[in-house]
Every structure is written in C-alpha cells, then in structure tokens.
C-alpha cells in the first residue's frame, strides 16, 4: 500500500532545500511561524554567514528548540539521505537561479533536473516522507508559441524554451516533468503524494544582502540606475511572503492541485518601476523604458540575461492565472504597492543598492 497522505499539523518536521535562499529562508519562517519543526538544509550548514539570519529569525519567533541546520548538495547523490530523514514532508527550493552561462546544461540546467531527481531519491528511501512541494515557476508554464492574447493557466507547458534560448526555462519544465515521471514510477510503498508550486516574479523584502541579488535584482538594479532604464516586459509578480504562505497551505491542506500557479498581479515592468520612483521622489532611478534593441544589446554583454529569451518576450503579453491558487488555497494576496515598497526599502536603508539623490 502507498504511504499515508493527511494533511501536515504543527509539530511535525519539514526539511527545506535551499533554506537559506530568497524563498527558502521565508518558508522556513513562515513554517515556524505555524509551529513546525524545521530542518533547514544548505550545502554548509558551519557557514555562519550563510545560516545567521535563519537562526535569528527562529530566536525571533521564539523557536530555536524548533530549528535545526541540515547539509545537501543538489549534485550529489544520497546527500539528502540524512536531511530527509524522520521528516513528514520535504519542501524543495533549492535551484540554480541563472539565466545565462557558458555551459547552460552543467550550470543552470543540472542543478535543476538532477538536483530535483537527487531529493526525490532520497525521499523514496525515507518511509516518514508522506509530502513533497517542489518550488517549481511560472516559467514551467509561459511560452511565446501561445498567441498575445492567451491567459496561461496550470495546463498549459513552456514548449518555446530551449537550451539555447532560455536554459531557465527549460530547466524548470524538465524538473518538474521528471519529478512526475519519478514518483509515478515509484512502488506503492514508495509513493508520496508531489505538488508542485509554480510562483511569478517573486518580490519582496530582502532578509539578506545575497538575497536582494535573486529575483528582487530587477528592482535593486533599476534604484541603483545599472541600467539606463527597464526593458517593456510583462511581470506577474508574486511577495515572497506569499509564496511562503502557499508553501504552508499546500503542506496542510486535504487534497491540494498538483500543479498551481502563484502570483497577484501582471504588469508591465515599466509601470512598477515607476510607482517604487513615486515612493521615493528624492532618488534619481532608472525607470525609463529602453527599446528592444537596446535591451538585447546590454543583454548580450551581462551573462545573467538571455537575449534569445529578452527578443520573444519584450512587448509582448504574458498574463498569468492565479484563479486555481485562490480558489484551491484561498490565497489573498498582499496589495502590490506594499510589495513594491518591502522591496525596495531593505535595500535603500541597509545600502544594497547604490542611491543617487536627486
């Protein structure tokens, strides 16, 4: 018989993958927060810069009884084997967030795809595992071969990115599609129940310096002007808060989607940039917007964009659906312009990004 699959209660452990990341470090805390036992895994859990702030966040929550550090590495087999261990269920965040690189299969892809196959082995050989929710991405979903006007939705597949044009893109399709292929060809003994998280753009407060690198880097490079002004792209942005909250729901709700898209709002880039500039009118920041040639010329010279993936989706429409999210997990979503402001200000203050007055 397959393993049980009720719900998560408080009490019980989760290990988190990537915990010390953008995302993984708020479902760490949005998981102590709800009064689960945590084991967060990092590839170094003795790197004290890397795991601090998780520690702190856990002594500010009053749960240091309730947190503890665990070692994984994506690329390595069995190195989750002792992470997983005694644990109801495993949340999967950890990825390489890398859009562009010399070898796109060994840097951005693998991490991905192995690393994704890695945790699921580990899980199978560990019986207490009843859940898993994998961190996939909007990306797993969007595609140019839809027309403009197409509103995605969870049934919809990425068929336009390849190891070429969007290595991202790829890895996020081909991880989740092989973890399906993973666990249905697991025995009924082995089998837990995998549900696969898909977020937008995902913004928010910075806990970290290396975390206003990760997503909220868009918004840390338009204050810090790095760039003459912003492509017109459509986002479907999500707060990271939010994301960490759908973490939690899908680990403790009866019957949760196998697949859902979580994200509040889409807009075009441009129009967001300028209502953070209307937050701080004394900042000079780059919120002009650059015409596609421009964008795929700087694009070509910064190693963590991809001007093959830039030239499809600048100008063009990419809506998003977040109606199974509200309906399935009764999400309410925080109101955009707090998003806009919790992720812009960590990084004003704490001088992550380079402020020019005007």
Known sequence: MSRPDHP????????????????????VKALLAKGFRVRAVVRDPTNAEKTAHLTALADDLDATERLELGKGDLMVEDSFDEAVADCAAVVHTAAAVVFSAADPQRD??????????????????NPSVRRVVHTSSMVAAYGWSQPPDHVYSEADWNTSSTLNNDPYGL??????????????????????????LNPGMVWGPPMIKAHAK?????????????????PHL?????D?????????RALTHPDPPVRCLILAENHWMPELMQRIQAMWPDIRMGTR????????????LDKQL?????????????????????????????????????????????????????
């Open 8 to 27: 998560l209660t408080p009490g019980e452990r989760v290990c988190v993958t990537g915990a010390n990341g953008f995302i993984g470090s708020y479902v």
């Open 108 to 125: 951005i892809v693998d991490p991905s795809l192995i690393g994704t196959r890695n945790v699921l082995r580990s899980v199978a050989k």
């Open 171 to 196: 890895a996020k399709v081909e991880a989740e599609k092989a973890a399906r292929v993973f666990v249905d060809g697991l025995g009924a003994d082995q089998r837990f129940r995998l549900v696969h």
């Open 214 to 230: 990760a997503s909220p880097k868009l918004v840390r490079d338009m204050i810090s002007r790095s760039q003459p002004g912003v």
């Open 234 to 238: 459509m986002l479907s942005v999500v």
């Open 240 to 248: 990271v808060r939010d994301v960490a909250d759908a973490h939690v």
């Open 289 to 300: 917007t650059i015409p596609k040639a421009l964008v795929l010329i700087a694009a070509a």
């Open 306 to 358: 991809s001007a093959a993936q830039l030239w499809h989706l600048i100008n063009r429409p990419m809506t998003m659906s977040n109606a199974l999210s509200i309906r399935a997990y009764q999400m309410s979503y925080l109101p955009m312009d707090q998003t806009l402001r919790d992720t812009a200000e960590p990084m004003i203050t704490n001088g992550w990004a380079r402020v020019e007055s005007r």
